[in-house]
């Protein structure tokens, strides 16, 4: 593999060099995945193409860059946070109270990884890398839509 293959591997794969940040990468890819949602939040159609778009490519790039790396997920590779980050955020309004919220139950829930995250994690490959993370970020969009559901409810 050639020296700009490896590059735009460890480029893409690490969110333009966040994964290589020495403490909480995997935090502070989340916070651009917030910030990424910040800027094309408005847009619907966009939002969800971006989305599955940037999943499929952290699928592809983040399995490749552990395969150059010789090393089952390693933590630089934070597009994963980013792609659970969006997951996370979709179809939820901008409201800043509501984006920590966010942003905290994503990293508790990629922290402890429930059923089947851990399962996937395990599974080598982009899918064990991001698998992980999307199942993350799915779980927090149910939360924050059922509390959004039942904090309505309760005001009407």
């Not at 989340?30 to 599955?52: E, K, P």
């Not at 592809?60 to 969006?86: A, H």
Request: proline share 4%; aromatic share 14%.
């Amino acid at each position: 593999m050639t020296k700009i293959r490896k590059i735009f591997f460890a480029v893409t794969s690490s969110f333009f060099y966040i994964g290589y940040l020495p403490l909480i990468p995997g935090t502070f890819a989340s916070a651009a995945g917030v910030l990424l949602f910040y800027l094309i939040r408005y847009n619907t159609v966009i939002y969800i193409l971006s989305t599955l778009l940037l999943i499929i490519f952290g699928l592809w790039v983040s399995g490749r860059q552990e395969e150059i790396v010789n090393r089952k997920d390693p933590s630089s590779i934070v597009i994963d946070e980013v792609c659970g980050m969006l997951l996370s955020l979709m179809f939820i309004v901008p409201d800043l109270k509501l984006l920590v919220f966010a942003f905290f139950i994503f990293r508790i829930l990629d922290t402890l990884k429930p059923y089947p995250a851990g399962t996937l994690q395990r599974l080598k490959g982009g899918i064990g890398i991001m698998g992980d993370d999307i199942i993350a970020g799915i779980y927090t969009n149910i939360i924050l839509q059922l509390v959004l559901r039942l904090t309505s409810f309760s005001r009407s």
